[in-house]
């Protein structure tokens, strides 16, 4: 059969068994044709899994506590058990609805206990 045939018959086009098979012959048989194995972005964990490794997390933040994201980057390591990157993390954080939430700093310019205090004295008068 022609190329053309074949993509009649497959409902697909010339180019792509053309591609087929240029793969066959070049590239070992038919092992050259068989589905690859994934790669590419993939979860290390199911959702599920995700929500119940963010659970102990969640309960120091819901206590105020600030998440250290190299603690749980290392936490997370060591549960899928191989290195990530941080942005996964990040992603990890953000499908859960977490947020960078941080306690306001004090203004560089604050005027000192004393001085607050006097000026409360003159208001008062």
Same mark, same amino acid.
């Given at each position: 059969?022609?190329?053309?045939?074949?993509?009649?018959?497959?409902?697909?086009?010339?180019?792509?068994?053309?591609?087929?098979?240029?793969?066959?012959? +070049?590239?070992?048989?038919?092992?050259?044709?068989?589905?690859?194995?994934?790669?590419?972005?993939?979860? +290390?964990?199911?959702?599920?899994?995700?929500?119940?490794?963010?659970?102990?997390?969640?309960?120091?933040?819901?206590?105020?506590?600030?998440?250290?994201?190299?603690?749980?980057?290392?936490?997370?390591?060591?549960?899928?058990?191989?290195?990530?990157?941080?942005?996964?993390?990040?992603?990890?954080?953000?499908?859960?609805?977490?947020?960078?939430?941080?306690?306001?700093?004090?203004?560089?310019?604050?005027?000192?206990?004393?001085?607050?205090?006097?000026?409360?004295?003159?208001?008062?008068?």
């Amino acid at each position: 059969m022609t190329n053309d045939e074949i993509a009649q018959k497959l409902d697909t086009s010339k180019k792509m068994v053309s591609q087929w098979v240029s793969a066959y012959i +070049n590239n070992g048989g038919i092992s050259a044709l068989l589905p690859k194995e994934r790669i590419g972005m993939h979860r +290390n964990l199911s959702i599920e899994e995700e929500k119940e490794f963010l659970s102990a997390y969640t309960k120091q933040a819901e206590a105020g506590q600030i998440i250290d994201l190299n603690e749980l980057k290392a936490a997370y390591i060591e549960k899928v058990g191989h290195s990530i990157g941080e942005s996964q993390i990040y992603r990890m954080l953000e499908r859960h609805g977490w947020r960078k939430v941080m306690p306001r700093s004090k203004h560089p310019q604050k005027a000192s206990d004393e001085a607050i205090e006097a000026s409360k004295k003159l208001k008062q008068r």
